[in-house]
């Protein structure tokens, strides 16, 4: 069984369109999190959510936006894609704050 | 603010061999918590070890050690006796101790083990 699972794991897009990556995590985790590698692969935080709620907005375009049913699932929605959002997006969870994040197996979002 | 420094952005190693990658970290939170990652050329993120910066002994996990000198902030992964499958990415990461916190990931450092 997966931990942390996304879909999709590639996406292809044009500029301008409106795309979806869905996340889901098994591991009762209360914190689910948005990772975005450029790349350098560098890895940086985007957004947080604890128990469905937005703890950490990172300075994101706000064509960003994630959502959150439950605590189970984090799904990151962008609009109006552009050339440089192309990059690998990653969500994580972990029980708590001074724990370790689990990652999903990443979603490569190339935009053309 | 926080801040992670892995200064070496690529290490050769033999098999069987151990290395030592380094890191070093900025913070002014009292507790906080030390992570290493690995990512392979497939992609995905593998959690190594953790250390929390109140635990007096060095984590060790298999053949990962932390080597963990909080006076000078540093963080430094060992790893022993060097496997081919050990090529990948590894990355250093932060977190402090308080809810509405995140991993700040240093850059990565790219360890090629040759046979």
């Given amino acids: ?112 | 603010a926080q801040k992670i420094t892995q200064t070496q952005p690529g290490m050769f190693v033999q098999e069987k061999e151990a290395v030592t990658l380094d890191c070093t970290y900025d913070t002014s939170d009292p507790s906080y918590g030390l992570f290493w990652y690995k990512q392979p050329s497939s992609g995905e993120m593998i959690f190594l070890i953790y250390q929390g910066s109140y635990d007096q002994q060095n984590a060790t996990e298999g053949r990962y050690s932390l080597n963990f000198q909080k006076a000078r902030k540093s963080a430094n992964l060992v790893i022993s006796a060097s496997q081919l499958g050990d090529s990948a990415m590894y990355f250093c990461a932060m977190r402090p101790n308080q809810a509405g916190t995140a991993l700040i990931f240093g850059k990565g450092t790219t360890l090629s083990v040759s046979s």
């Fill in chain 1, 1 to 112: 069984d997966t931990a942390v699972s996304q879909t999709p794991k590639y996406l292809v897009t044009q500029m301008g369109n409106d795309k979806s990556i869905k996340c889901e995590q098994n591991l009762g985790h209360d914190t689910m999190y948005w990772y975005k590698q450029d790349s350098k692969k560098f890895l940086k935080i985007m957004f947080s959510y604890n128990n469905k709620e937005l703890i950490i907005n990172e300075t994101v375009p706000n064509r960003f936006s994630p959502k959150s049913p439950d605590k189970a699932h984090l799904n990151l929605h962008i609009n109006s894609l552009e050339l440089g959002d192309s990059a690998v997006y990653f969500c994580a969870s972990s029980i708590r704050a001074n724990t370790e994040a689990f990652f999903g197996q990443g979603t490569r979002l190339t935009v053309v």
